[in-house]
């Protein structure tokens, strides 16, 4: 079936590098997503990558894709107390536009 | 480049009650998928809207139904409401219904069932 998974909790202090862990189920060719949830808000995308690829970078996000093993990871460089929040790992349905989430990630930036 | 929004923010409604939901999508875009965000979940996936039908559905029973209009909005509607339906409802637009479509969130509705 179709599951995402993720660590629940993530601390760091500020200006170190998060890494934030997701796998996932699916061995089709998918997208795979990231999202960003501040208190109260919406969802923020923040990068996607095709599972044709290994690794895609922007600014201080690099995505890694381990393909065989079905894990993702977000890395954030230099980490922020703006960067506290939730982040999602979310993977394209089989079929559609469905996107399937994990359980999100609490990243906790203490200064 | 007006994004996603959503009415109301808040709402609070009464066991048994009806509830309708609004979305307008990203400027642009032709599609709508509905999602329920429970408290402390990722969101799930209720259904997706183009070309004013419903052309993918999640695991949602029928007390919860949609519309499409002409110009793109969206209705989320959810009947005989329960408890248990509490939740952040996200509206996400995108163009075109394919999977690997890039979905853009709005900010939510926040529904408090008593």
């Known amino acids: 079936g179709e599951d995402v998974e993720q660590s629940l909790f993530l601390s760091v202090r500020e200006g170190d590098s998060s890494v934030i862990n997701c796998t996932y189920t699916d061995s089709s060719s998918t997208y795979l997503y990231w999202y960003k949830q501040e208190p109260g808000a919406g969802l923020q995308l923040l990068t996607y990558?095709?599972?044709?690829?290994d690794m895609k970078q922007d600014q201080r996000l690099t995505v890694l894709l381990n393909k065989k093993d079905k894990h993702l990871s977000l890395r954030i460089a230099d980490t922020q107390t703006g960067d506290s929040a939730i982040y999602f790992c979310a993977e394209a349905g089989n079929q559609g536009g469905k996107l399937i989430f994990g359980q999100g990630t609490e990243l906790s930036v203490k200064p | 480049d007006a994004g996603v929004t959503q009415s109301p923010t808040h709402l609070i409604k009464t066991r048994g009650q009806q509830v309708t939901l609004r979305c307008s999508p990203k400027s642009g875009h032709d599609t709508v998928s509905w999602y329920q965000q429970a408290l402390g979940q990722g969101p799930q996936f209720i259904f997706q809207?183009?070309?004013?039908?419903?052309?993918q559905r999640g695991n949602f029973p029928d007390r919860f139904s949609g519309h499409q209009f002409p110009n793109y909005s969206s209705e989320l509607n959810v009947n005989a409401l329960l408890l248990g339906d509490s939740a952040l409802y996200l509206c996400?637009?995108?163009?075109?219904?394919?999977?690997?479509?890039?979905?853009?969130f709005g900010p939510g509705t926040r529904l408090l069932v008593l």
């Open positions: 990558i095709f599972s044709n690829m």
């Open positions: 996400a637009s995108s163009l075109g219904s394919s999977k690997g479509e890039t979905q853009y």
């Open positions: 809207y183009y070309e004013e039908e419903e052309r």
